[in-house]
């Protein structure tokens, strides 16, 4: 939705908006099971930075004025310090020196 790029929807995370008497919230839906219509963002928080300056959440999901996506924004930020922890960063890479080494 932010930067109109197409990813696998496991990928991506569901966006659901949710209305009450004062307007309506946008909440993630990481398990995909929230009732009503859903849209698909990237968990990344440029790529909400980007669907927020383009009101893009509006129209995909079909709702009129501006709702309010702090409690998406702050779980994108968890997301995105979780995605970068230190720990995580040193599993996921190889040790270049021991490629190709004889057992």
């Keep these: ?29 990481p398990t995909r099971r929230l009732p009503g219509r859903g849209a698909n963002l990237h968990p990344d928080p440029a790529c909400f930075t980007l669907a927020l300056r383009r009101r893009a959440f509006g129209r995909a999901l079909r709702i009129a004025g501006v709702p309010d996506a702090s409690e998406l924004a702050e779980h994108l930020q968890g997301v995105d310090k979780h995605d970068r922890s230190p720990g995580r960063a040193e599993s996921t890479q190889r040790n270049p020196s021991k490629v190709g080494r004889p057992t």
């Design 1 to 29: 939705m932010g930067c109109r790029q197409r990813a696998p929807s496991g990928q991506l995370l569901r966006i659901v908006a949710v209305g009450d008497e004062t307007g309506h919230s946008l909440r993630p839906d």
